[in-house]
């Protein structure tokens, strides 16, 4: 393990930070149509201060401003959402059951929504945001340039920002397409720092955007049910017991 003193350039390199990452949520957010898969670790720490990583994968759609497709595919979990604008169904497909919310509006609002009111967030949410900027500099203390580094082959910048709930760290793709590669959140108040971590690939705009359905249409006739009835569809498995912050 190494451990990395300073990393301290001045003000200079806190500016190009900003700019870049104003870059990338001003690209990302003038997008009408992405389509990208995604790779993702949810670190947990357990009571005897074992650290486990969930790991999952999946897809998603958009178009702006108010359609969403997401896919997700873990050990214990297989999801599907859709949003047409006017209805989200959360789809357990492993459960063959789903349910559904009436959240008009786009797919900001429903982002807010899933995250605020029913404690659900979409992998890297703040991301997809038509501001992510604002979004993802909220309460920022510290703010670094990295230099760059290299994800799935493509050259990034390294940018590594700091509040005082979580540090967070962003990969951006170099060029005329800066989206962001790799997004890394750590805790700060959990003991052992547990890490969210999601790594983007094949990303894809405009007319290369792959389609998506945006309305369910339920093919295997699953049943309905209320959203608290609807387990086994999070973050965690339904055997893991969530404990207190320190």
């Known amino acids: 393990m190494f451990l990395v003193g300073g990393a301290e350039r001045g003000s200079a390199d806190e500016a190009d930070a900003r700019r870049i990452l104003k870059a990338m949520s001003d690209y990302v957010g003038a997008q009408e149509s992405v389509s990208l898969e ?7 720490v357990t009571k005897e201060e074992q650290k486990l990583a969930l790991a999952s994968s999946g897809t998603l759609t958009l178009n702006r401003p108010d359609k969403i497709h997401v896919t997700r595919q873990g050990g214990f979990a297989d999801t599907e959402i859709f949003f047409d604008g006017k209805v989200m169904t959360l789809l357990g497909k492993n459960l063959n059951l789903y349910t559904q919310l009436d959240v008009p509006g786009t797919i900001d ?15 890297a949410a703040d991301l997809l945001l038509l501001n992510s900027y604002d979004a993802l500099m909220l309460d920022v203390t510290d703010v670094k340039d990295l230099g760059s580094g290299v994800i799935g082959g493509i050259e990034c910048d390294f940018l590594a920002f700091r509040t005082n709930e979580v540090d967070f760290q962003i990969w951006i793709a170099q060029g005329n397409q800066p989206y962001p590669c790799r997004y ?38 699953a049943d ?10 999070g973050m965690l498995p339904d055997h893991f017991k969530e404990g207190d912050a320190k």
């Open 38 to 44: 995604f790779d993702a670790t949810l670190e947990v």
């Open 109 to 123: 609002h429903l982002i807010d929504e899933l995250r605020d009111t029913y404690q659900r967030p979409l992998p």
């Open 184 to 221: 890394v959140i750590t805790s700060k108040r959990i003991s052992g720092g547990p890490q969210y971590t999601i790594q983007i690939r094949n990303w894809k705009t405009g007319d290369e955007a792959l389609a998506a359905d945006f309305t369910f249409k339920n093919p295997t006739n």
């Open 224 to 233: 309905k049910v209320d959203l608290k009835e609807l387990k086994g569809v």
